[in-house]
């Protein structure tokens, strides 16, 4: 775990952070970025979508309906954004200690054509073990995307391959598959944690 909290939490997210902040805010936050649907999300009984986790298990709403949970979309050749969001929940989880074991917390590509099951399986376990990669055909990348209110958009590159803009948001939703809260990128963690465990707090609170 050690191992694994340096090389993820350390060398992945702040690492990149360095060099190319900027770039990662022009595509996510800046003038660049891809803007918000302004909807609410729909509640994950609402959804309709079918993936695939990292382990090729088939997944979808159903998965997450039963206990609390985080999504996040982003992609693997995220320069800074993903693994720089990646790593605060890495850290919020670490901050929750054994109350993270309630939590489903999942990382959705929205660059499938890159993101494999395989690609996603190397890239996840650079961060919290609670964490799960997603993928699937683009279809069902747009229609998951659709019912979390996300956008994004394939940006070519002057070198000829491609970029992706998206919504930097976190995806609160307590254990009926309501949601709750989103967590915004740069938010700090004295404001990021509390949110989480009021999703929790819901959930117990409605099954005692």
């Not at 959804?47 to 979808?60: I, S």
């Not at 395989?118 to 069902?140: I, L």
């Amino acid at each position: 775990m050690q191992r694994r909290k340096l090389l993820g939490y350390g060398a992945v997210g702040a690492g990149l952070l360095g060099t190319l902040l900027f770039a990662g805010r022009w595509q996510v936050d800046g003038p660049g970025g891809v803007k918000q649907v302004g909807k609410r999300p729909l509640p994950l009984s609402d959804m309709v979508f079918q993936l695939t986790d990292h382990q090729g298990n088939a997944v979808g709403p159903d998965s997450l309906i039963g206990r609390p949970t985080m999504v996040f979309f982003g992609f693997t050749f995220c320069p800074d954004v993903c693994p720089t969001t990646l790593s605060d929940i890495s850290g919020w989880l670490d901050d929750l200690g054994d109350e993270a074991e309630k939590l489903r917390v999942v990382f959705i590509t929205i660059d499938p054509n890159r993101d494999t099951v395989e690609a996603m399986a190397d890239y996840v376990r650079y961060f919290h073990p609670a964490v799960r990669g997603w993928t699937g055909t683009d279809a069902a990348i747009a229609q998951a995307a659709q019912g979390f209110r996300v956008t994004y958009e394939k940006v070519p590159s002057e070198n000829g391959d491609y970029t992706m803009n998206h919504t930097s948001s976190v995806f609160l939703y307590d254990y009926k598959g309501r949601f709750v809260a989103t967590i915004d990128y740069h938010e700090p963690r004295e404001f990021a944690v509390p949110k989480i465990r009021r999703a929790m707090q819901n959930s117990t609170e409605e099954k005692t």
